[in-house]
């Protein structure tokens, strides 16, 4: 099959999946990208420990969008989990813990699933964490301090989410790891981002913090929300 990538959506929290103007929900241009009149819609729920309330509030959102062949994939992976992520138009990765979301991809083959899936024509959401997982690096605490971690490198930015209040100190600190060979993109609380396979850039409801470093100084550049 010839790759056939959709955008990725990023978004900071769950409150995207509920937002919309002018009376159609914003989440309707996710389900208008899959070519399937009964699309299949997958939770993974892995950096969260597989916690079902999340998964509650995934199964509201694909309701809002007329999406009900869905599944919540387990950190068990099962037979039957494998085959419905095989198949799956809209897989959403959801928040939490980014490294043990990470681990359990990596564990069980889940990571190989969800980028042949990617490459096949399937849209990916990531939400906090998982929007991290979805960028070049996540950030951890290992035994000497803040480290990163390599993720799925699907969009060639250092991401991190609602950490607005601290003046993305973590996306800051991973920056200045990398010696500033990677730009990073904060998505504040309430706001997403839409990464196209073209390259492009497009901040949703909020402003994306977009950070650069030039020679010893990290500049920060906000990128509006397109006017309707």
């Known amino acids: 099959m010839q790759p056939n990538p959709q955008p990725i959506f990023l978004f900071a929290d769950s409150s995207l999946l ?18 399937r009149a009964s699309p299949k819609a997958a939770y993974i729920g892995a950096s969260n420990g597989d916690k079902p309330e999340f998964y509650s509030i995934f ?3 694909m309701d ?37 979301g990470w681990n359990v991809f ?29 960028g070049l690096f996540g ?19 250092l991401i991190d989410a609602h950490d607005e209040g601290q003046g993305w100190s973590r996306l800051r600190m991973a920056m200045r790891l990398l010696s500033g ?5 904060g998505i504040p ?19 994306l913090h977009e950070f650069s470093i030039e020679g010893e100084s990290i500049k920060e550049a906000l990128l509006l929300p397109r006017q309707k």
């Open 59 to 61: 199964e509201a959102a």
């Open 18 to 35: 509920f937002w919309g103007e002018g009376g159609n929900l914003f989440l309707d241009s996710v389900r208008h990208l899959t070519a």
């Open 189 to 207: 609380a309430g706001g997403g981002m839409v990464y196209y396979p073209d390259q492009q850039v497009e901040a949703v409801r909020r402003p």
């Open 181 to 185: 060979s990677a730009r990073g993109i």
């Open 64 to 100: 809002g969008i007329g999406v009900h062949d869905r599944r919540m994939i387990l950190r068990s992976f099962s037979a039957e989990e494998r085959s419905f992520l095989n198949e799956a138009d809209i897989i959403l990765l959801a928040g939490g813990d980014v490294e043990l």
């Open 106 to 134: 990596v564990e069980t083959g889940m990571k190989e699933f969800i980028t042949r899936r990617y490459d096949e024509g399937a849209v990916l959401i990531g939400i906090s964490a998982g929007a991290q997982q979805l």
């Open 139 to 157: 950030n951890i605490e290992g035994s000497s301090g803040t480290e990163l971690v390599s993720t799925f490198q699907l969009v060639p930015f």
